[in-house]
């Protein structure tokens, strides 16, 4: 007996320090999960908090969301009418869609499925660089390289306009996209392919019809994280769209988007007067824009999966 228990005792230590850490990393783990849904409720109470009473006192909801007239320093009426900032930020947002989404699914199907070896690390590596390229930058790219060029190219006045903030912010979504799509697609089990091969079909048929098939789930996420990053973008946004108040009629329109109107007022209003409520009124607005997004995206994963 007295033998054994030298080696017995060390045993036990490793097992308790074993215990420990395996407690600890569960811990730490639930911490970790459980903060992000605190700190999103928390971000929804703050922002609720701030614009409720301008919601209950005596906003008209309807003009709100319908009047094109967004005039909170008017010195003969106020008018927050927040329409044209909501089709602002659609059309936007739209255009950058149409941009992004072709040459993101066309990047990622091209690094996941055609690039190999060196080619496909290096690609991988600049479509991260882009999405390290802070928005201020593209901004910036936006209001000194696309302004001139859209004006001598299309021969318009102005070159900020739903054009210019849409290819920016087409760029900008892209490589978070491609990243997002090409995991997707590399998830894909290789027996898949191999048994496409097996029954004859080319390159281009095993990605059309058992690839792209069997990734849809990432490939929707992918899309829809592109949507609320073009919802939620601002300073280039603001520095592209030409921050004017407007309901569009064309691609070379300015306009303003919901986020470049709070980044551009909220430093400059009375913290608790109804222009600063307004404006959290708009935030309490996008958060929900984005709430419906992330919903559409479950449910439409969902029915994806059971079918």
């Given at each position: 007996m007295s033998a054994s228990t030298p080696s017995t005792l060390p045993d036990l230590d490793r097992r308790t320090f074993a215990w420990f850490v395996d407690k600890g990393m569960q811990v730490?783990?639930?911490?970790?999960?459980?903060?992000?849904?605190?700190?999103?409720?928390?971000?929804?109470?703050?922002i609720t908090k701030e614009g409720l009473p301008f919601i209950t006192g005596e906003m008209d909801i309807w003009e709100f969301l319908t009047s094109p007239n967004w005039r909170p320093t008017s010195e003969t009426k106020t008018t927050y009418g927040a329409f044209a900032l909501i089709v602002g930020t659609a059309s936007?947002?739209?255009?950058?869609?149409?941009?992004?989404?072709?040459?993101?699914?066309?990047?990622?199907i091209f690094i996941a499925e055609f690039a190999t070896g060196r080619t496909r690390e290096i690609l991988k590596i600049l479509v991260e660089m882009l999405a390290a390229i802070p928005s201020v930058v593209w901004g910036f790219i936006g209001l000194s390289i696309m302004n001139p060029l859209i004006i001598e190219t299309f021969n318009v006045p102005v070159g900020l306009n739903i054009l210019n903030s849409g290819i920016i912010l087409g760029l900008m979504a892209a490589p978070i996209m491609t990243t997002i799509a090409e995991d997707a697609l590399k998830a894909v089990p290789d027996t898949y392919r191999e048994a496409a091969e097996a029954m004859g079909a080319t390159r281009w048929q095993i990605i059309w019809r058992v690839v792209l098939p069997a990734a849809r789930n990432g490939l929707v996420?992918?899309?829809?994280?592109?949507?609320?990053?073009?919802?939620?973008?601002?300073?280039?946004?603001?520095m592209a769209s030409g921050h004017s108040i407007n309901i569009p009629g064309g691609i070379f329109d300015s306009v303003r988007a919901l986020t470049a109107t709070i980044a551009a007022e909220l430093g400059e209003t009375v913290p608790g007067?109804?222009?600063?409520?307004?404006?959290?009124?708009?935030?309490?607005?996008l958060f929900l824009v984005t709430f419906v997004i992330n919903l559409t995206a479950?449910?439409?994963?969902?029915g994806i999966r059971k079918k």
């Open positions: 730490f783990m639930f911490v970790g999960g459980i903060s992000a849904i605190v700190l999103i409720v928390g971000i929804f109470v703050f936007v947002t739209g255009l950058a869609m149409l941009i992004a989404v072709p040459f993101s699914l066309g990047a990622a996420a992918a899309v829809l994280l592109g949507v609320g990053r073009g919802f939620g973008e601002t300073m280039a946004v603001l007067s109804d222009h600063y409520r307004a404006l959290f009124t708009l935030g309490i607005l479950d449910l439409v994963v969902r």
